[in-house]
């Protein structure tokens, strides 16, 4: 619980960061966080472009983080509601819940039924929870969180920082860098899916190489990171993946990259820095993708795409020419009719 | 093992509420249950429908439950099967099932492993497994089974009689309904994926919402329901979702629904009640579906439903446009080359 | 570290198996093994196939195999490469993978805090990891490995030689065969999606069945097979899965097939011998697909597939037709510009 002006004291730099407007004149006492349609009062939320406009009208926040919009500042005003304006409220509403909420954290200290094997090398002020299980040859960062039943295999090398989410498996031949998050029953570092068909059936390939993630990293829920039979998979410094995705084996991923749900990459794919791939995208093997390029959400890319290529399709083309031929598709049964009664020409 | 009368007994108010006739001459010892085609003697099996109803002709099942079909029951009668009809021979099995069967349930009381954190409210008859984490300002409600190795994090509740299966994780700020399931390595409660992009790269967005499950909700394997950043992810009484699911933050979805195995809904989709999706289904961000509506696997949602409308494809059109639509482009080839020869006029 | 002759004398019956040519001038000291990219001195690495040969001119690997293509050979000749032919170069540098690099194993014995209940039967040198929870009436074979935290419900069998990765659940009435491989967060032998729709809501139908994976079968992480009803959900002998596969409820599937991430099958799915599925296909309810068929990646499978067919698209149709109508789609606004035109005709 806090007054506006006392939030706007704590955001500090944050809000010198952006080119902001205020209007000081009221001062509320305000008690959580809630979005727009639902916000009642003591709440402050915020407004990110027109679509949610509408909704100053309507809210019941006492507070309001809006856009560089005069008519819409002019109606909060109309409405009593306090209000902030920023070039990027949302960026600025993400501040402001940090102000009043920050995730759990286990407290420092090892839980005396973790079992840290002889010859792990732990930093300084690391947590680690109940129920983990370090193997040994495992070198822990400072200040790392490691939350309950996690498993660690020998081999692994953590940044400092990093946190590793409940149930989560890190496996042999894993370097994950400082500031990174690991997610539930995600696992890094499991073994490629390399199989040689022969006359007698598969031969499988032990997978020798490392599976590294830079700093900065995040891995969601249940996704799972495959390591090569040689060389390196390895994620580039703050790229995000989001849950239930695959990577496998020997997949090169630039920086700044976001992998959105149940995305997949086959084996030895190629990804630039900047690449936005959205739900469900699934990439062939050895496949590039250049930088900053995006594919809208279940696009099956079989070829490489280029530096700030947008696509979409099943196969993958163009967007534009997507959205042309997806309407188009539409209109086929009168294009057939009209085949049917003209195809003998 | 029982008789077959012994089991009509038994099921007592189902038979009463199914419109049913039996045939009381034969009475067989019955030892288990099986499926219509691999039936064996001993077996019940049941038909449901003209597709299996050719078996009745060959299966070794000892007695059967039948559709109010006279052609199926009288060849039933003249394999000398036992049999009872039922308006709905599926329902009527599922309960047959419960009399032979139940699922394994761990003993009432708390394994000695388990790491109750102080702080902890449990009810009545809980059930609590080996190597369970329950963390500072949890609260169980009566009847609750938790399997071993699942963790919770501070600051959740969870309703009566239900259960969790063993390795899922519960993060902070949910709420469990009574006789919910949530199945193995399923995350409850992730972090949403919200991260802004800023000229120097993406900021974390804390998730500082709640994730409710409503009473009788079942979670599949490895599925996740993310929390999101204000606001609730909710999921409606009785709604159930497969394996491999992912709920994004910000989601509502209506009671009494069926999401089929990897379906993902992106962040801020509504979902009405009733509604069915089939395995594979994607719904992008801030979708609406409404009650009833139905897509089948694989549909990509790019857009509103409306209520009790069918989709398909993707992108997802009315699911009678694309099954004539998928047909016709197979006759691309032809409808191809008459353009190529016509194209100039 | 090891000489290159001191490989191939340990490669013993490999080498003989394989037609092999050898240039025995060169001897280098080994220490590792790399991708052909990237491959320094030292190291061995392979070329398989025409699109990595012309790395053979450019590599800093000390060894190669290379195939059966006296142009290659002559060209790691003239750079003063090592080098062995054979006639399929992936298997035996798989087998030379074996040589240089085993994956960890657990020591034998049984952690101490491990909880094994009372009434399971365990055979000679099994490794039980940290944290395991092994439930009443499980039986385990001779040589098997399971990692910390698995957790094994009662009622299960696991063969000869299994391998159990960290987190992975076993539930009740699951029979694993003898030299499988469970990887993390995979969960066998979970419920079946089987909720029947009544009146007043779903009823749950309780999955009495059995889940029973053959000799040589792979399980990815975070995949789920599902235990059935009635009746069996069946992995053929050597079939493997990547990881987030989903098997519904009495899928059979044949031997030697390879299922890649994302796989799902809905229920009752049945699979051929030596069936190769790509990543994110979907399979629909009851569907039948012919030994040694292929779907190429993303295919929505809803008819049956024959015997050595190969399909793709959404839905599936041959694989041939599929690049056709693919390619054609793309010209669909020129065709539709010439309908509009011509329509009235």
Same mark, same amino acid.
């Given at each position: 619980?806090?007054?506006?002006?006392?939030?706007?004291?704590?955001?500090?730099?944050?809000?010198?960061?952006?080119?902001?407007?205020?209007?000081?004149?009221?001062?509320?006492?305000?008690?959580?966080?809630?979005?727009?349609?639902?916000?009642?009062?003591?709440?402050?939320?915020?407004?990110?472009?027109?679509?949610?406009?509408?909704?100053?009208?309507?809210?019941?926040?006492?507070?309001?983080?809006?856009?560089?919009?005069?008519?819409?500042?002019?109606?909060?005003?109309?409405?009593?509601?306090?209000?902030?304006?920023?070039?990027?409220?949302?960026?600025?509403?993400?501040?402001?819940?940090?102000?009043?909420?920050?995730?759990?954290?286990?407290?420092?200290?090892?839980?005396?039924?973790?079992?840290?094997?002889?010859?792990?090398?732990?930093?300084?002020?690391?947590?680690?929870?109940?129920?983990?299980?370090?193997?040994?040859? %495992? @070198?822990?960062? $400072? =200040? &790392?969180?490691?939350?309950?039943? +996690?498993?660690?295999?020998?081999? !692994?090398? #953590? /940044? *400092?920082?990093?946190?590793?989410?409940?149930?989560?498996?890190?496996?042999?031949?894993?370097?994950?860098?400082?500031?990174?998050?690991?997610?539930?029953?995600?696992?890094?570092?499991?073994?490629g899916?390399?199989?040689?068909?022969?006359?007698?059936?598969?031969?499988?390939?032990?997978?020798?190489?490392?599976?590294?993630?830079?700093?900065?990293?995040?891995?969601?829920?249940?996704?799972?990171?495959d390591?090569p039979?040689?060389?390196?998979t390895?994620?580039?410094?703050?790229?995000?993946?989001?849950?239930?995705?695959?990577?496998g084996h020997g997949?090169?991923?630039?920086?700044?990259?976001?992998?959105?749900?149940?995305?997949?990459?086959?084996g030895? %794919? @190629?990804?630039? $820095? =900047? &690449?936005?791939?959205?739900?469900? +995208?699934?990439?062939?093997?050895? !496949?590039? #993708? /250049? *930088?900053?390029?995006?594919?809208?959400?279940?696009?099956?890319?079989?070829?490489?795409?280029?530096?700030?290529?947008?696509?979409?399709?099943?196969?993958?083309?163009?967007?534009?020419?997507?959205?042309?031929?997806?309407?188009?598709?539409?209109?086929?049964?009168?294009?057939?009719?009209?085949?049917?009664?003209?195809?003998?020409?």
């Amino acid at each position: 619980m806090m007054q506006f002006s006392e939030l706007i004291t704590k955001l500090g730099s944050a809000v010198a960061a952006s080119s902001l407007g205020t209007d000081s004149q009221l001062d509320p006492i305000l008690t959580g966080l809630a979005p727009i349609e639902s916000a009642g009062s003591g709440m402050i939320s915020y407004i990110e472009g027109d679509k949610f406009a509408k909704f100053v009208g309507s809210t019941g926040a006492s507070a309001l983080i809006l856009p560089m919009n005069e008519v819409i500042q002019a109606a909060a005003i109309d409405r009593g509601i306090a209000w902030i304006a920023a070039s990027e409220p949302r960026l600025l509403f993400a501040q402001v819940i940090k102000v009043f909420y920050q995730p759990f954290r286990l407290p420092v200290g090892i839980h005396p039924s973790a079992v840290v094997e002889a010859g792990v090398e732990l930093g300084e002020n690391v947590s680690i929870g109940a129920h983990v299980v370090i193997q040994p040859g %495992v @070198k822990i960062g $400072n =200040g &790392v969180t490691i939350h309950p039943n +996690v498993v660690i295999y020998p081999d !692994v090398e #953590i /940044g *400092d920082r990093s946190i590793l989410h409940a149930n989560c498996t890190i496996h042999e031949r894993v370097r994950i860098g400082a500031g990174c998050v690991i997610h539930s029953g995600a696992a890094i570092g499991s073994e490629g899916f390399g199989f040689v068909p022969t006359a007698s059936g598969w031969f499988k390939m032990e997978q020798a190489g490392y599976t590294v993630l830079e700093d900065g990293v995040e891995i969601g829920c249940n996704s799972s990171v495959d390591r090569p039979a040689v060389g390196e998979t390895r994620i580039g410094r703050d790229t995000k993946l989001d849950n239930l995705v695959h990577v496998g084996h020997g997949c090169l991923i630039g920086s700044n990259c976001a992998l959105a749900a149940q995305v997949g990459l086959a084996g030895g %794919v @190629k990804v630039g $820095n =900047g &690449v936005l791939l959205a739900g469900q +995208v699934g990439v062939a093997n050895q !496949v590039t #993708i /250049g *930088d900053r390029a995006i594919a809208s959400s279940k696009t099956g890319i079989h070829r490489n795409v280029d530096p700030g290529e947008v696509v979409s399709g099943y196969p993958a083309v163009s967007h534009k020419l997507w959205l042309k031929t997806s309407a188009i598709v539409n209109r086929l049964p009168e294009m057939y009719q009209f085949f049917k009664r003209n195809q003998s020409s």
